[in-house]
């Protein structure tokens, strides 16, 4: 229900740019240019990389006004926002170089954290992804196949090895995703890239279920040192 609204209330009333402020505009269209795409795509590793990460690609840098607009759409549910963060995902996907079909795996948030926003922002921006490939030509599919089987703790507070042990072991694909994952390659998708924890435990869970990761896309990562 409280998605449905967000949508409703997103449509009738004028919004300022979820980005800068500029007014009666979700997002401007400079903004919109911050998130980047498969021509400003750049590759990113976490320092330091923890054991399993596959190749990341982020589409823009993840400051300021790209910032804004991820927790505008992840924490304040601007819904519309995914649209054009999953545009921006699609160009950091085709950096991984897949050809032919591909599936895109969001990583799971937890189950609190998706009742509390009212929406799941990652699968959200992982179909609209999809929708963007397959208007290009690939052919593409979105799937949500893995589950956090386990509580873990906010992640926010933890060093980068406390992240890595919180997640160890905490996802799994759901029983019936071992057939589907076999038949295509695998591209992680995730909103940001900071540790690499998390998409390196869903790394391991796709491995675990037969699938083969070719590599992740994120929306955004940190500034290169």
Do not use: F
Not at 117 to 132: C, L, P, S, T, V
Not at 133 to 162: H, N
Not at 187 to 195: G, K, S
Request: hydrophobic share 50%; charged share 20%.
């Amino acid at each position: 229900m409280r998605g449905w609204w967000q949508e409703i209330t997103g449509l009738v009333l004028p919004v300022d740019c979820a980005g800068c402020g500029h007014p009666r505009t979700e997002l401007c269209e400079r903004c919109r240019g911050l998130l980047g795409g498969a021509a400003s795509a750049r590759r990113v590793r976490p320092s330091p990389e923890p054991p399993g990460l596959p190749p990341v690609w982020a589409a823009g840098r993840y400051a300021d006004e790209v910032r804004a607009v991820v927790l505008a759409h992840k924490e304040r549910g601007a819904l519309g926002l995914a649209r054009p963060l999953g545009t921006a995902l699609a160009g950091a996907v085709l950096r991984v170089g897949v050809t032919g079909p591909v599936l895109l795996v969001p990583v799971p948030s937890a189950r609190r954290a998706v009742a509390r926003r009212g929406h799941d922002a990652i699968a959200r921006m992982a179909r609209a992804a999809a929708r963007e490939l397959r208007r290009q030509g690939v052919p593409a599919r979105a799937v949500s196949v893995l589950r956090q089987w386990r509580p873990v703790a906010d992640q926010s507070a933890l060093t980068a090895a406390g992240r890595l042990a919180n997640l160890s072991g905490a996802l799994v694909a759901v029983g019936c995703s071992v057939m589907l994952l076999e038949g295509a390659p695998v591209v992680l998708v995730d909103d940001l890239v900071t540790t690499g924890a998390s998409l390196s435990a869903a790394a391991g869970a796709v491995a675990a279920a037969g699938g083969r990761v070719a590599g992740a896309a994120v929306v955004a990562g940190p500034h290169a040192p």
